[in-house]
């Protein structure tokens, strides 16, 4: 019973608790508060029994019958787990953030319950046991996450949102129909390791290869892959810990995730290269790798360069997964989590800028290190971690991508790798640089807000921790413990070894 029901209890941690909190008017912040962190808290032992549970070999799955043989499955694997042990931790960490970020603020309690809500549509992602059940929970996201967007009520925010849903709603779409299509060849699409394709008939090749191309369209909308990328900038009107949200774990890694499982899980890495199709899927990451970088370097808004720095970094996913070895595999796997734990990072610090100082543009930011260390030195780790100092965690992860692409006979793989670097340094070292050793420019100079002062620790503490993270996830490695390790548990499934 256990076995079955904990998938279930663990998505319902999140879910029962943002209805919950719809009801809770919004003078009653203590329970509020109360009530997103403990359930925080219990989402994360949940996680860790599953984590426990899978390592010593135990199954866990829910499955519940709907209509024409599709099924709402729920099931924990070790990539499943990579990805929701990602979701619980930074759960817990940007409610703690959003705290005091949202403090004496209106309509809170609408806030928190579409938060705790994009959560747990993102928990049904990443335990989802097949492609019908992604679907539901990919499109649950885009509802829930649509509130986020455009909560600031302004005109901004609600065209950002009408972008938004422009675009998420058509991916879907177009996910829809590549599923409806597949399903009619192969039947139940469960994932499963080395995929479910590989002995359909050879007169289905060309449309599974079409079909291929719909789902990596409907999963690179989200996963902001090039041409499908536009809405995530305007994206950053929303409130710095949505921002966060949709960078570090939620929207942007849901479409990467998608496209891990239906390479691996649907077609299996050998028929997808026997098919061709990886070669496309690798130009496309490399692409959007290469323009992501170019656009945040004319960027003076500091949200819209870290936005274009996500378009640039989340296809790194895409190309170790594309990349033909198990050691890229390794280094995209654990970009996962290490993206998403310098990305959240990044974020914080930018909301505490707006919020301490109203910063918001990196010609603002002359000397601002003096006045907010902590927040700069979280700063100063996580985009170092991006451009691939050793030996923090981007490092680990671009180490392996390097390595993979050797392996796999790919060496222009390295060229991308070496300009997204060098592209990194461009646009993040400036800011560094500037925050500590130039002039303090006058906006460097104002004092502090009293809305800062007031709500201050909530506020720091969460990009503290984060970006010690960071350094714990590079330095530690080598621990069986790290997501590292995790990545090449996954990869021996995978590949067989």
């Known amino acids: 019973m256990m076995s079955s029901m904990l998938p279930l209890i663990t998505f319902l941690t999140s879910f029962l608790t943002g209805i919950a909190i719809f009801f809770i008017p919004d003078g009653r912040d203590y329970l509020r508060n109360f009530l997103n962190l403990f359930n925080a808290g219990v989402k994360i032992i949940l996680v860790g029994m599953l984590l426990i549970g899978t390592f010593n070999g135990a199954s866990f799955e829910f499955r519940f019958p709907l209509f024409l043989g599709f099924d709402i499955s729920l099931t924990a694997d070790k990539l499943s787990l990579l990805f929701v042990g990602l979701s619980a931790l930074l759960w817990f960490v940007t409610t703690l953030y959003a705290i005091g970020y949202l403090k004496d603020t209106a309509n809170q309690s609408r806030f928190f319950g579409f938060f705790s809500l994009c959560v747990s549509a993102t928990t049904g992602i990443a335990l989802a046991g097949n492609l019908f059940t992604l679907l539901v929970f990919y499109e649950f996201l885009t509802l829930s996450t649509y509130p986020l967007v455009v909560h600031k009520g302004s005109d ?35 994932f499963t390791q080395g995929g479910i394709l590989s002995g359909i008939d050879a007169q289905f090749h060309s449309q599974l290869f079409v079909i291929f191309y719909f789902l990596i369209i409907g999963f690179g909308v989200k996963a902001a892959l090039v041409p499908l990328h536009g809405w995530l900038p305007k994206a950053m009107v929303a409130p710095a810990p949505v921002s966060a949200l949709l960078h570090a774990v939620a929207v942007v890694k849901a479409g990467a995730f998608g496209i891990v499982r239906v390479v691996y899980d649907i077609y299996g890495i050998e028929f997808a290269h026997q098919l061709g199709l990886l070669r496309g899927l690798a130009i496309l990451a490399a692409i959007t790798i290469v323009y992501g970088s170019i656009r945040a370097l004319f960027q ?71 006045q907010m260390p902590l927040t700069m030195g979280a700063f100063t780790v996580a985009a170092l971690g991006m451009i691939g100092i050793p030996p923090l965690a981007g490092f680990m992860s671009k180490w392996y991508l390097g390595l993979g692409a050797l ?52 506020m720091i503490w969460p990009p503290v921790f984060t970006a010690l993270m960071t350094i714990i996830m590079g330095v530690c490695a080598g621990s069986p413990y790290s997501p590292l390790a995790w990545a090449k548990l996954i990869t021996l499934g995978e590949y067989g070894h």
């Open 156 to 190: 901004e925010a609600i065209k950002a949102g009408r972008v938004y849903l422009g675009y998420t709603l058509l991916g879907g779409s177009v996910l829809l129909l590549g599923m409806v299509w597949l399903s009619s060849l192969a039947g139940s699409a469960d």
């Open 407 to 458: 392996d796999a006979g790919q060496p222009w793989i390295i060229g991308i790798l070496l300009t997204s670097s060098v592209l990194n340094a461009a646009y993040f070292l400036p800011i560094i640089y500037a925050a500590w050793f130039a002039e303090p420019c006058e906006e460097a100079q104002q004092p502090l807000t009293d809305r800062w002062n007031q709500h201050r620790s909530l």
């Open 300 to 370: 003076d808004d500091l949200k819209r360069r870290l936005a274009y720095s996500t378009v640039s970094q989340v296809s790194y996913i895409a190309l170790g997964v594309a990349t033909l070895s198990p050691i890229a595999t390794i280094g995209g796997m654990v970009h996962l989590v290490h993206q998403g734990i310098m990305k959240i990072t990044l974020f914080f610090c930018a909301g505490n800028l707006a919020e301490a100082m109203n910063i918001k543009r990196i010609s603002q930011m002359n000397g601002i290190g003096r």
